[in-house]
């Protein structure tokens, strides 16, 4: 079976920087860099790099790559890894290297790889690793599940790495990782800029290891980083705003100095490649324009597929991830439209072509007459979520629908027109208020609260949410820090880090911070007693708008305790497989001791906090049911008194009508 385009199971995402960013480079060697040329040289013994990233390749799929970054300097020696083959193990197992065959042998169940690779198979600072499935069954109409996947991957480095003399260098095509050192007590502008250089660097090296550290901590954190990774380090300084190479615990450093929102602008400027321009060591004036929002109609080819084609009898078909914040936030519905041109239909041959979104199925049609196609679907907003997928199928039988020929004799062939076909949104929201609804309720602005003073631990939890958040979104994050009253007093979605009891109040979050005793969901008794300390990352509707709480509660005002708590959430949302895509519902809580629970707020037995939010409306609603019994009241003795004054009208009137008959018959 073929698929295309490749779906590695690497981070998918579709990177652009065609957005106008303007870099000045006003600088001159105000402080020549002049570091030995082993300055950051790695042990010469063959340092080696061990890679978490996978690739997996379907039975028929063309190659899928992954790409492993290489420091300048060093010159990869040898990669090992496993293959393991899924499903029935019948065909060949291909594995290249920048195109260069390294393993090619009979499937089996699980395949060790391990080949000498060199400097030649070096492209711009990447090795290119891919891994193709052949399988042994070559006919029209293949069906195959069988899959075969590349995974622990390491590659061991010779020589010592090179270090980079321009800002220009310090930004390589790919790097292992960044490390964001946070001085002890920030101000507002250094924890705005960092927060904005986590969301560049995350947008910028989307499969980087992106963490954020007190300064304190960089070297220990700084020894277990491989080769290649790099320390960006912001400060404040009353001057321009510029930038300086340095060293820090073995590695490259660089220090982004300013003050203000020209600092942060600096920091959002490091999110383009085009720093190449920088070409010295240290530069002033770093700026950059805000790219510009992603509109609500995108093209297949905007989303990445450059080239899509279904080739061949069988299902083929080709997938394209979709997610909601490439419309520049959240859509109601999708409207699909496709369209391309297929060969011809052979006589008593059949081919139909179906759409899927996350496996439900849209449309589906014959392709017959003609050699052009359109399909034209709705995508209903209850099957939109965060991240969506969109199938295409090929389902094309030979002339009698005879599959024993050979592959690739007068195959069935669909190429569709990526830049014609479109994916158009409409604005409004598609899914209920909880963790599924971000990133894209933030479009591009992400206003950021601290509700407490601890501006260090606020500023590295908050940058770990944000480089998370930065992983899912299509466009790249502009965070600034904001007051608390600030932020409650808008309309816009936002983040409020450090949030305290008081905080969670005015914002009417659905789990405050003050004791409370369980959570009894269906699937799960969760205890809180008054003792135990907890922390809570909430996600909810307020205002119209969507808020991220971050806060824990601790009995006799533990700072120490509410600190870690938060602490531990933020880095679990940033360790934990799939990141931010892997949280669901609307409160991920935590205990000093076990893994942070995934739970609804409706599962939450009401806090008095809660209550008392109820207790105005309780009043008003008993002062209405008053004021109702009151009018029932009076209005059943009107009734009383008309009907006795009726009663007594008709008496009279009866007397009235006896009085003359009496006297009549008297006469």
């Known amino acids: 079976m073929t698929r295309t385009p490749a779906i590695p199971l690497t981070h998918p995402r579709a990177r652009s920087h065609a957005a106008a960013i303007i870099i000045t480079c006003a600088a001159t060697l105000a402080l020549a860099f002049t570091a030995a040329p082993g300055a950051f040289a790695a042990p010469s013994q063959g340092p080696g790099l061990q890679t978490s990233s996978s690739v997996s390749a379907l039975a028929g799929q063309g190659e899928q790559t992954l790409v492993v970054p290489v420091t300048a300097g060093l010159g990869p020696t040898r990669i090992k890894g496993t293959i393991v083959v899924s499903g029935k193990p019948e065909g060949t197992v291909r594995a290249t290297v920048n195109g260069r065959v390294v393993l090619e042998t009979s ?6 790889l391990e080949a000498d690779v060199s400097s030649a198979d070096v492209v711009g600072q990447q090795l290119i690793v891919g891994l193709q499935f052949v399988p042994a069954a070559q006919t029209m109409c293949i069906v195959s599940n069988t899959a075969a996947t590349l995974s622990n991957l390491a590659v061991d480095f010779s020589g010592s790495a090179k270090a980079p003399t321009t800002v220009g260098e310090f930004f390589p095509a790919s790097v292992p990782a960044v490390v964001l050192p946070v001085p002890a007590d920030p101000g507002a502008d250094v924890s705005a800029a960092i927060l904005t250089a986590s969301a560049a660097m995350s947008h910028r090296y989307p499969d980087a290891a992106v963490s954020v550290v007190p300064e304190t901590e960089l070297e220990a954190r700084a020894t277990s980083l491989p080769a290649g990774s790099r320390v960006l380090s912001v400060v404040a300084d009353q001057g321009e705003t510029g930038t300086k190479l340095t060293t820090a615990a073995g590695l490259p450093q660089l220090i982004l100095s300013g003050h203000d929102e020209q600092l942060r602008t600096a920091a959002r400027a490091l999110a383009s490649d085009k720093t190449a321009l920088a070409v010295t060591s240290s530069v002033t004036g770093l700026t950059s324009a805000l790219p510009a929002s992603p509109g609500l109609t995108q093209s297949l ?3 990445g597929s450059s080239a899509l084609k279904l080739t061949g009898y069988g299902t083929p078909e080709s997938y394209v991830g979709v997610s909601q914040s490439q419309f520049g ?9 496709l369209q391309g041109t297929h060969t011809a239909i ?3 041959a059949q081919a139909q072509l179906s759409v899927f979104w996350n496996d439900y199925l849209l449309s589906s049609k014959n392709l017959d007459g003609g050699d052009t196609f359109t399909v034209d679907a709705d995508v209903p907003a209850g099957q939109l979520q965060a991240k969506n997928g969109l199938r295409i199928r090929l389902a094309a039988l030979p002339a009698g629908g005879d599959c024993s020929g050979p592959a690739g004799v007068m195959p069935m062939e669909v190429t569709l027109d990526t830049a014609g076909s479109t994916l158009t949104g409409v604005r409004g929201g598609s899914t209920k208020a909880g963790f599924a609804r971000f990133p894209q309720a933030f479009g591009q602005s992400v206003p950021v609260a601290f509700a407490d003073g601890n ?4 500023t590295i939890n908050a940058a770990t949410l944000v480089t998370s958040l930065q992983r899912d979104s299509a466009s790249l994050l502009d965070t600034r820090v904001v007051g608390l009253d600030s932020l409650a007093g808008s309309s816009e979605s936002g983040l409020v880090v450090g949030a305290t009891a008081d905080a969670a109040n005015e914002l009417s979050a659905p789990l405050r911070l003050a004791e409370f005793r369980t959570i009894s969901p269906d699937d799960v008794e969760y205890g809180v007693g008054s003792s135990a300390p907890f922390g809570v990352l909430e996600a909810f509707e307020q205002g119209g708008r969507d808020l991220l709480l971050l806060g824990a509660w ?17 880095l679990h949302v940033g360790g934990v497989e799939g990141g931010w895509a892997s949280l669901s519902r609307n409160l991920l809580v935590t205990q000093p001791s076990g893994t942070p629970v995934l739970l609804e707020s409706n599962a939450l037995v ?3 906090a809660v209550t008392d939010d109820y207790r105005p409306y309780a009043w008003w609603i008993g002062g209405a049911v008053l004021l109702l019994g009151l009018a029932f009241a009076l209005r059943t003795v009107l009734l009383k008194r008309r009907a006795k004054e009726a009663r007594a009208y008709v008496d009279a009137e009866e007397h009235k009508a006896i009085q003359p008959a009496e006297q009549s018959h008297g006469d």
Not at 107 to 112: D, E, R, V, W, Y
Not at 554 to 570: I, K, M
Request: glycine share 4%; proline share 11%.
């Open 301 to 303: 080819k905007d989303l």
């Open 455 to 458: 501006a260090q631990a606020n």
């Open 346 to 348: 052979p006589d008593n």
């Open 554 to 570: 601790a009995p006799e005002n533990d700072t120490a305790a509410a600190s870690g708590l938060q602490a531990s959430l933020a």
């Open 107 to 112: 499937a089996t169940a699980s395949i060790p």
């Open 329 to 337: 936030g959240p859509v109601s519905s999708v409207k699909v439209q």
């Open 606 to 608: 009401p806090q008095k």
